[in-house]
């Protein structure tokens, strides 16, 4: 907390940091009126801790996106194609970007081309080279916080927003859950998904441990009035089965959201408040039979964060 600088100014916001395996290179979201851009800068590290961010580099194209994706739009510019592009999280590679994005947008076939998708996109590479992961249910608004596996070439995982029809009639309830997924770099070639937490529950913001065996979540309570933080261990490909030996890192007051690991595993972190107020907590983690967990510890410096993106923890120095 003793070197906090501003790094990123102008006419939008900028939100949803998150570091490349190697802490060189930083990827996170503009949002403009009309639509966000995902941006990419590389950090120089200077004496005494500090970063300095580079200049930035435009990965996506969202305001007026190429006609090429676009549906049924061959004619330029149109409002209804201002696209939304969020949440980076890096490929072990280094090199591609998982995002969510509305992608291609306004479409009168397919109502389901206006909801939020899984997204790969290569950091050399323009938005017509990106390859769509994920196909959201029409209604639900789609995807949401996509993650790939650390040191896994194959293994990604996401949220999944549908809705449960109850059998008496009743209104339809939402649910998240969490999915996982295999897919080939750079072509859009997956495998089928399969859930790792059970329908019925709202269960949301997946966080990879840094060895990728475990999962950290957090789950809503039944009146969704806050929730807890989970974490489960995770076994290739995927099994719904590891869901049942989740333990409860963090019991919300009344909420703990957007956990994060430490580059060495040692610490879950986590944002913890209630209604515009939350602060940044992180808590010892000790691996045995059962994981267990140490006091949390504030970080006051940070002050009070938005608790809609997560925070992210690069690599030391000494790591990279």
Not at 62 to 67: F, I, L, Q, S, V
Not at 154 to 167: E, G, K, R
Not at 197 to 224: C, K, L, M
Not at 261 to 278: E, H, K, M, Q
Request: glycine share 10%; no cysteine.
């Amino acid at each position: 907390g003793q070197h906090a600088h501003k790094q990123f100014t102008g006419d939008g916001a900028s939100v949803a940091p998150a570091l490349s395996p190697n802490g060189h290179l930083l990827a996170w979201v503009l949002f403009k009126r009309n639509y966000s851009d995902l941006e990419v800068t590389a950090l120089r590290f200077g004496q005494g801790g500090s970063v300095i961010a580079q200049p930035a580099t435009t990965l996506t194209q969202d305001a007026a996106p190429p006609p090429a994706v676009q549906p049924n739009q061959p004619y330029g510019y149109d409002p209804r194609y201002d696209l939304w592009a969020n949440k980076p999280s890096w490929l072990p590679d280094g090199q591609h970007l998982l995002y969510i994005s509305d992608r291609p947008g306004f479409n009168i076939n397919n109502a389901a081309d206006a909801d939020m998708a899984v997204w790969e996109q290569g950091i050399t590479d323009t938005m017509t080279n990106a390859v769509k992961l994920s196909t959201p249910e029409v209604g639900t608004g789609g995807h949401d916080s996509p993650a790939w596996r650390p040191g896994d070439p194959a293994t990604f995982v996401y949220v999944n927003y549908d809705y449960t029809n109850p059998s008496d009639g009743s209104q339809p309830a939402r649910q998240g859950v969490i999915e996982v997924a295999g897919a080939v770099t750079g072509t859009g070639v997956i495998t089928a998904p399969s859930d790792l937490t059970p329908q019925g529950v709202t269960e949301y913001q997946p966080a990879w441990s840094p060895d990728g065996r475990y999962i950290a979540f957090a789950q809503d309570n039944a009146a969704h009035t806050g929730n807890n933080l989970l974490v489960m261990p995770f076994h290739a490909p995927g099994f719904l089965n590891d869901y049942n030996h989740a333990v409860t890192a963090v019991a919300g007051s009344p909420y703990a959201v957007q956990p994060f690991w430490s580059p060495d595993g040692r610490y879950l972190g986590y944002l913890t408040g209630g209604n515009s107020d939350f602060q940044l907590v992180i808590r010892r983690v000790y691996y045995g039979r059962t994981l267990s967990f140490g006091p949390p510890i504030s970080i006051l410096q940070a002050g009070a964060v938005s608790a809609d993106y997560r925070p992210t923890w690069g690599m030391s120095r000494s790591q990279g």
